[in-house]
């Protein structure tokens, strides 16, 4: 069966720290990922998603980026964090038009 | 692009009652999704609609998709604690690109 994987459960950093965040697929192929943020109490808004290996699309111009180096993997990175940038980061994975799988989330809180 | 409105935001109501949650879209939808996430939690899927006018049942769960593909509701019969969370519908916007409306965020008072 397919597992999604994302890790840590939650961060704190500093303002202007950098951040690396990565979200594993196991047990799928070429599966479609995505990268969304959840602020407190709001909806999900869908910040990257991917198709394939090396092919990233960007919804909301920011200082975060995306990166797939692997099939199964996907990493969520800025170089470096702002206030605005702490929320709940949610990773998923889907096959084409089929639903998203969530993993658990990280808290990032940036202080 | 595509836009996803869902209301009310927010509904709180006693438990044994009923509850509903509208979905809009700007587009005409292949399909639509519906998620729930509990407090803390992560969104769990719950179900996909495809057809015009489709109609499925999860228990006390009922959904509907609108004959125009553009509109969906989920109601909720005899609401229960375990009911809690936030419920979000979703489409697609081409073959990849999952679009979330806002959610609302039910709670209920035992």
């Known amino acids: 069966s397919q597992t999604i994987h994302q890790w840590p459960a939650t961060l704190v950093q500093p303002v202007g720290s950098p951040l690396s965040l990565e979200c594993t697929v196991e047990g799928t192929s070429n599966p479609n990922l995505y990268w969304y943020r959840q602020a407190a109490g709001r909806g999900l808004q869908l910040l990257f998603y991917s198709v394939g290996i090396g092919q990233i699309s960007s919804e909301v111009p920011q200082n975060l980026s995306a990166s797939r180096p692997q099939d199964r993997q996907f990493i969520l990175s800025s170089k470096k964090l702002l206030l605005s940038d702490s929320g709940f980061y949610l990773c998923a994975w889907s096959a084409a038009d089929s639903p998203l799988h969530f993993g658990n989330g990280t808290r990032l809180t940036v202080t | 692009g595509q836009q996803v409105m869902q209301i009310p935001q927010y509904q709180h109501v006693q438990e044994g009652e009923d509850f509903t949650t509208y979905c809009n879209s700007s587009t005409t939808l292949s399909n639509i999704q519906w998620y729930k996430q509990r407090p803390g939690g992560h969104p769990v899927f719950l179900i996909q609609?495809?057809?015009?006018?489709e109609v499925k049942k999860q228990k006390r769960l009922t959904f509907q998709f609108g004959e125009a593909k553009k509109n969906s509701s989920l109601h909720i019969t005899a609401t229960q604690t375990t009911d809690v969370g936030t419920y979000f519908c979703a489409g697609f916007e081409g073959a990849q690109k999952l679009v979330f409306g806002q959610g609302t965020r039910l709670t209920i008072n035992p």
């Open positions: 609609l495809v057809k015009s006018g």
